[in-house]
């Protein structure tokens, strides 16, 4: 019998703890692909943050170290300047562990233009610890932190990373995608290849944002949240390109 459809050697066998209708294992799934498909598994180095995908470092079938919160790019660029330039390295971070704590950790090192890609998961909430406001949540957006939904009088407005690091003359290559619906897992899949690509050319820091669900915390059903995903979140972070250097550094 023909074989139309198999795992990615990129991940190991081990049950995913995600929710379900949680988006993080198709995310986990494409990012694999890529590496396999680009041959480099075995001189991969993943750094997992913290968060819901703390456990990422069971999932992936290639070399991987934990950081502390927020952490993951400072750890990331330790790796780049003491291992052979060959190497490929990416962090795994959520909006919470990136965009919060982590923050001056990002900046500084897609100013700097380290080497490295940052995978980017973005679920307008914190996850693991309960589902409290993050820097991305949407402004009316309810949380455990934000009952009446955020107010950007007091909590000001939603962050949006992107658009943020594609100032930085260093970021070479950032894009937002998301994971909604097939064509779109498609597109992310695309833009994963395109940063690994970009990184083994050692051309710089790479980005890829990419929208993704968390129906437990949303307090939806898994469906309504890849609708949530295209009539909230996608509205307010729009999908595309921000930031191609890849020509100019090349």
Known sequence: MKTVFEKTSGLTEKETHYCPGCTHGIIHRITAEV???????????GVASVGCSVLSYDYFNCDMTQAAHGRAPAVATGIRRVLPEDRIIFTYQGDGDLASIGMGEIVHSAARSENITVIFVNNAIYGMTGGQMAPTT?????????????????????????????????????????????????????????????????????????LSTC????????????????????????????????????
């Open 138 to 210: 949407l402004t009316g957006q309810k949380t455990v932190t934000s009952p009446e939904g955020r107010n950007t009088a007091m909590q000001g407005l939603p962050i949006r990373v992107a658009e943020m690091l594609s100032t930085l003359d260093g970021a070479t290559y950032i894009e937002r995608v998301s994971v909604h619906d097939v064509a779109h897992i498609m597109k992310t899949k695309k833009a994963l290849k395109r940063a690994f690509e970009t990184q083994k050319a050692g051309l710089g820091f790479t980005m890829i944002e990419i």
């Open 35 to 45: 590496l396999e498909e680009l041959n480099v598994l075995e001189q991969t180095i």
């Open 215 to 250: 129906p437990t915390n949303w307090g939806i059903d898994p469906e309504e949240s890849l609708s949530f995903i295209k009539e909230e979140m996608i509205p307010y972070y729009p999908l595309g390109v921000f930031q191609d250097r890849r020509k100019e550094k090349g």
